[in-house]
Every structure is written in C-alpha cells, then in structure tokens.
C-alpha cells in the first residue's frame, strides 16, 4: 500500500508532456459504406461518408421540427448528455491510472443537480399556472433554489471524503473538469431552451446558420482551399471561411423570409395547462409583419430597386449569420486545442467521419450564448401574457393588492374615465 502512494505521488508530479495518450478512436463507419466507397482516395472516401451521414443528420432534424417544441427539447437534453459524457470520458481515459475514487459517480451526480436546478427554474418560469394546480410541485417550486443547494452540497461534500493522500492536486483538477464541463454544456443548453421559447425561429436560425456555414466552409476549403486560416486546424483555409460567411449570411437572410411567414415558427412557445400542450399561436408581433424599406443609393444602381418588401426579422438575421460565420468557428478552434492538448483526433467515434456529437455542436453552444444575449439586449420587452400566469398564482388578497395599485395608477395617468373611478 505504501509502494502504490508513492507511484501515484511521482505520477502526480508528471509534466504535461507526460500525459498519456488518449486511446484513438475506433472506425464506425458502416460496412456498406465501408464497401461501397474501397475504391475511393482517403480524401474522397471521407468527403461522401461525411456528405451521407450530414443528410442523414439533418433529416432526421427537420423530422424532429416537425414532431414539435416538447422533441426539441429533449434533443437538446440527450446531445447535451453526450456532450457532457464525451468531454468526462476523455479525462477518465487520461488520467485512468489514477483510479480516483467516485470521479465518475460524482460527476454524473453533478449533472444531475445542475439539470435540476435549470430546469427546475424553466418550470417555475414557463409553466406557473400547471404547478400551481398540482399540490405537490408548489412545494418543490416554493423551495427549488435551497434544494438544489442542498444537493450540490451533498456532492460537494462527496468530493471532500474522497480526497486520497499525496494526489489531492489531481483530484481538484478533476472537480475542475467536472465543473467547466457544466459549464459549458448544460449552461448553454438551458440558454438553447431560453431561445426556443422565444420562438422556434429564434432557435432554428441560429442553429441552422452554423450548421450552413460548417457545410460550406468545408466545401470551398475542400475545393478551393489554398492559405492556412489557424494552426490550431490545419485543414481551415481563408477561402473556406469567406466562401463560408458569404454563404451563411444569404442562407440566413432566405431561411429567415421562409419562417417568418409561419405562426408556427414565430410565435413564442407556450404551455397550455388546460389541453397539456405546447402551443405556438398568437397576433405575430411587428418583427415578423412586412414592411417596405428604402433601398440605399449605392445599391439601387445594381440592384434596379428603390424599395423592397422584407421582414424585420431578416435584418437581425444579418447579425445572427455574422456571428454564426466569424466568430462561431472559434468554438470549433476551441475545442480542437483542447483536443490537441490530449492528443485526440476526435472527441469521440459517434458519427462516422465527424467524430463525436461534441464535434458537431463546439460551435452551437458559443452561438446559443450570443442569441440569448442579443434577444435580451434587442429584442425582448416586457411580455403581458408571463405577466399574467405569475399573476394568477399570486394568492386572492395579493392579487386584490395588484388590482388596487393598479387601478390607481391608471387613474392618476388618467387612462382610466371618470365614470371607472367608483
């Protein structure tokens, strides 16, 4: 017992250089694909697994569009998940010979409580007036936030007991792990749902505009690509990441005028208690109604107009793909540091020729934390129908309280007649 402390004293003591390396993922590609492309060069043998499986993906997306608010939900909860077991599995592989006690079990049970208390906070927020009919969730919405500090204290408190003599500093860079994992993964994923509830459009246009702009950065870079864009990718060129923005802003600008023309796309997703559906119907605010903008002199002489009929909403499109195609792929240049530095490929094997869900969404997560920004700091204004559910939850005496201020101030504006003042 004293032999093994002091091997993994001297393991802890290791440089960076030392950290051994991750095991390489294994093939997943399917056979038939496998025995279809043989004939293929390694560059396009990769270039049709990876356009396949891309259309495969994004099918099975519009598949879930279709299936409604509630499916994308739970798509973002189970990419999350894999997110999260991705990025863990990694830093149990690499520090595997450590046999740190409870790491796994401990950082699942992190996961745990975060999503508790976030979603815990979702339900509080969107869905008042459903809990307020059920006696036995007031309870856990009354107290939400001191039970979700009750357990993470738990888990805290865990990870104290578990510390092991002469490899505490490995252990803490494991908690460290756990928690910028959380951060990352199911803090941006609570903001995707935030979005989502704005509206639908609110969360396919983003989302659709990064997924655009990864597609044909790829495909100029593959076909034109010359000039190294970053070493941390050496694959990225400038000519993919142009031809990348260019197309991303007009996909953005035409996906834009195609959903702004549906309620079911627009319209904030609501909660309705009495039918235990997700709903998306309302008057669609001015953002999504057609307006008639002057065109700028410079680009009257090209374009041969002087007015054009567009959605407000495509103007904000402008910012969304902007960001999607600039600064979108240094979630991408992000994660491929942090992949070099373990000596890793891939995050993992999941998707053949993309590697692991992490691959594919490094740069959604970076893109959910600017929309949330932006509606918060453009867009959202104070909303009558939240208003209202909070309202209703409110106790008879507090929401007679409500009234009367209410009332007076309405009177003292002189909104109200004369004749309503009795």
Known sequence: ?????????????????????????????????????????????????????????????????????????????????????????????????????????????????????????????????????????????????????????????????????????????????????????????????????????????????????????????????????????????????????FSTVVFGFIFSYFLAQHQYFVCPVEYNSETNRFVTECEPSELFQMKKYSVPPLLQAVLGWETVNMYPFQMHSFALSTFASLIGPFGGFFASGFKRAFKIKDFADTIPGHGGIMDRFDCQYLMATFVHVYITSFIRGPNPSKLLKQLLILQPEQQLSVYKTLKSHLIEKGILQPSLRG
């Not at 396009?44 to 994004?58: D, P």
């Not at 208390?117 to 927020?125: I, L, M, N, S, W």
């Not at 969107?126 to 036995?136: G, H, N």
């Not at 578990?162 to 803490?172: A, D, E, G, I, T």
Request: aromatic letters at 18%.
């Open 1 to 245: 017992e004293v032999d093994l402390d002091e091997r993994l004293h001297e393991l802890d003591l290791r440089s960076d250089s030392d950290i051994p390396d991750v095991p390489p993922p294994t093939d997943s590609t399917p056979e038939i694909l496998k025995r279809a492309l043989s004939g293929l060069s390694a560059r396009w043998k990769n270039w049709w697994i990876r356009g396949i499986l891309s259309l495969a993906m994004i099918s099975g997306f519009f598949l879930i569009i279709y299936l409604g608010s509630f499916m994308l939900m739970l798509l973002v909860l189970s990419i999350q998940v894999k997110c999260y077991h991705e990025i863990i599995t990694i830093g149990y592989r690499v520090y595997h010979s450590y046999d740190l006690p409870w790491f796994r079990s401990l950082s699942w049970y992190f996961l745990l409580c975060v999503n508790y208390f976030f979603y815990g906070e979702t339900v509080a927020d969107y869905f008042a007036t459903f809990v307020q009919r059920r006696e036995q969730l007031q309870f856990l919405i009354r107290y939400h936030r001191f039970i979700s500090f009750a357990l993470y204290l738990t888990g805290f408190c865990m990870f104290v007991l578990s510390l092991v003599k002469k490899h505490y500093r490995l252990q803490f860079y494991m908690f460290a792990w756990t928690h910028v994992t959380l951060l990352i993964t199911v803090t941006q994923s609570h903001l995707v749902i935030q979005n989502l509830f704005e509206g639908m459009i609110w969360f396919l246009v983003p989302i659709s505009s990064v997924i655009c702009n990864d597609i044909t950065a790829y495909i100029f870079g593959f076909f034109f690509g010359r000039t190294p864009l970053i070493k941390l990718s050496p694959k990225k060129t400038w000519e993919g990441f142009i031809g990348g923005f």
